[in-house]
C-alpha cells in the first residue's frame, strides 16, 4: 500500500494512483506547456525523495495538454532577475530533483509528447525509460535564448547521445524527432499512437518485478557508472550478493528450476 498522506499537497504535480503500486505523475501547467518553475521543481524533489519509502512501485511521467515540458519556465526566470548565486542554486534544486529520480530506486518511465525542449529534456533524461510519439520533438535551444543549461544536459542528455550531438543541439538549435530520435537513444520506444498507453503498460510490467531488485537495476546501475572499472565490478558484486539472495526471490527462483515459470522468446514477427 502507498502511504496517503505522500500523494497529498501537490499544486503543480497531479498525482493518480493505480491499484497496482504505480502512480502517474503529470506535469499540471498545460497553459505554460508545462515550463518548470521552482514550485515544480520542489514538488518534484518531494515526490521522488520519498517515492520509494512511501511505497511507489513505478511511475509514469507526463504532462497535461499537447506538451511534455517546454523546460525552465523564463518568464519566471526573466522577471526574478537572479544574481548568479541565486540560478546558482536554483539549478542546484533541479539537479536534486532529477537526481532523485534517476537514482531514488523506483522506476520512473517517461510518456513524451510535443515540446521537449531545454529544461524538458533534461528531465526527460532523467527517467528510466522514455516513450515518444509522433508529435514528439527534442531541442536544447538554449545558445539561442543567451543562456546555457543548468539542469544536467550535459551530464544526461551528453550520456544518452554523444557530446557533439548535444552540443551540436545547444549550438544551433537542431531539432530531432521521429525514428531518428529514438536512433539516436533520445527515447527508447515509439508509440505511434498514445505513448501514455505505452508507457503504462511498460510501468505495470515493471511493477510486477520485485521492489529490491527494481532499486538495485534504478540505483545502482547509475552509480556503478560512475566509477572506475575495478570499483564498479567490487560494488556489482556486492549489489548481486544483497539481490539475488533476497528471499523474496526464492519462489521465483523455484518456478524456474520446476519449469513453471515463463521463459524468455524471441518477438512474434
Not at 5 to 13: F, W
Not at 66 to 79: M, N, Q, R, S, T
Request: hydrophobic fraction near 45%.
Amino acid at each position: 500500500m502507498i502511504t496517503q498522506t505522500h500523494l497529498q499537497g501537490y499544486e503543480n504535480l497531479a498525482l493518480e494512483e493505480r491499484d497496482n503500486g504505480v502512480v502517474v505523475v503529470t506535469l499540471n501547467r498545460p497553459t505554460k506547456r508545462n515550463a518548470l518553475d521552482t514550485a515544480t521543481i520542489e514538488e518534484l524533489v518531494r515526490f521522488y525523495s520519498g517515492a520509494h519509502m512511501a511505497g511507489v512501485k513505478a511511475t509514469v511521467l507526463a504532462g497535461e495538454g499537447d506538451h511534455f515540458c517546454a523546460g525552465l519556465d523564463l518568464v519566471e526566470h526573466w522577471k526574478a532577475d537572479r544574481s548568479p548565486d541565486e540560478f546558482m542554486h536554483v539549478c542546484l534544486r533541479w539537479h536534486e530533483a532529477f537526481n532523485k529520480m534517476e537514482y531514488g530506486g523506483v522506476p520512473v518511465i517517461a510518456a513524451l509528447k510535443g515540446a521537449v525542449v531545454g529544461g524538458g529534456l533534461e528531465l526527460a533524461s532523467a527517467a528510466h525509460v522514455r516513450v515518444m510519439d509522433r508529435s514528439t520533438y527534442f531541442a536544447l535551444p538554449e545558445g539561442q535564448r543567451g543562456i546555457f543549461t543548468g539542469g544536467g544536459a550535459t551530464i544526461r542528455v551528453s550520456d544518452l547521445i554523444g557530446k557533439a550531438r548535444m552540443i551540436d543541439m545547444i549550438l544551433t538549435g537542431r531539432v530531432y524527432q521521429g525514428d531518428e530520435a529514438v536512433q539516436l537513444g533520445l527515447a527508447q520506444y515509439m508509440a505511434e499512437e498514445d505513448s501514455l498507453a505505452m508507457a503504462l503498460e511498460l510501468a505495470d510490467r515493471v511493477a510486477q518485478n520485485l521492489p529490491l531488485t527494481n532499486y538495485a537495476i534504478c540505483s545502482a546501475i547509475s552509480h556503478l557508472n560512475n566509477m572506475s572499472g575495478m570499483d564498479a565490478a567490487y560494488a556489482e558484486a556486492v549489489v548481486a550478493g544483497v539481490v539475488n539472495t533476497q528471499p523474496a526471490a526464492r519462489a521465483r527462483l523455484e518456478a524456474f528450476a520446476n519449469k513453471t515459470a515463463a521463459r524468455v522468446r524471441p518477438n512474434e514477427t
